[in-house]
């Protein structure tokens, strides 16, 4: 996919943290840059607006360009505390496809080994965070890293579908198979949870890391009355492809049922929202 990346120079860039972030037990957040270049269809960024600290052309034109902060590593040596838990990002993939270009993660990472928080999470969808694989092996020896990695489907053309400039499935977990070979905690972490063999994803999930199972299903307004929820494209995507149960309430809670089922027989637990995401702050 085309996209633009652009640079400026950001006020600051670590944020005291609110919603569901806030509730799941993150201090602050930390978001390198504003818009996506994996451009999902169902991301819930957009629908934050400026609430989010989007402009007009981030929500119009989502995934098709993304604004580095150029000076994020030097703001952060100057914001960092050991007590801070936090979580990176509630607004971007820290490892978009934009990150191959712009390299910011790897002086974040080194301002963040200089300058340890309590527990650091990326939350990533990206096979690019094994570039960085040498930095996290040093960051995890000095603080509580752990990388929250999102599977979202066992169905190669559900995938194409709703994310089509995301990795399938198989480089999702040669990736985290390279984190854990790594001695990184990683997580499978079941969000959003598209169409897809409950029993199966979660089973891909649990022979992918040693871990708990987190899990999220697509937000929908009947449920999350405020706050961000699924855009319309992945909307459209449900409607056109028969897909609509998945966005129905009672529907993903049986979703989730079974899972936790399928999860809980194999010895471990199954959390969905803040309490599973809470897993990842402690
Ligand atoms: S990777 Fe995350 S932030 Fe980026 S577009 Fe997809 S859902 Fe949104």
Known sequence: MPFQIYE???????????????????????????????????????????????KPDDWLHWGQFTTFKSNAATLLRGALRPDQVIYCSPLVDPYQPAEADAQLMPAILDTLLERPPRVFVIQTRGPLIVRDLARLRDFSKRTQLR????????????????????????????????????????????????????????????????????????????VKKHGATTRDAAVKISVKHDFSEWLDPTFQAHVLARMAAFVNRAGRQFAAGTEGFGWLAK
């Open 8 to 54: 400026t120079e950001s006020r600051s860039i670590l944020s005291a943290t609110s919603g569901f972030i806030a509730q799941a037990g993150f201090s602050h957040s930390l978001t390198p840059a504003r818009n996506c270049t994996f451009g999902c269809s169902y991301c819930y960024v957009p629908t934050l607006g400026i609430y989010g600290g989007l």
């Open 147 to 222: 990388v929250s990695f999102s599977l979202t489907t066992n169905r190669e053309d559900v995938r194409r579908m709703y994310e089509p400039h995301c990795a399938p499935l198989a480089d999702r977990l040669a990736a985290i198979q390279a984190l854990r070979e790594a001695g990184i905690a990683t997580f499978a972490t079941l969000a959003p949870i598209l169409p897809c063999d409950p029993e199966e994803l979660a089973a891909i999930a649990l022979q992918a890391t040693d871990k708990d199972i987190i899990a999220d299903p697509l937000h929908v307004r009947a």
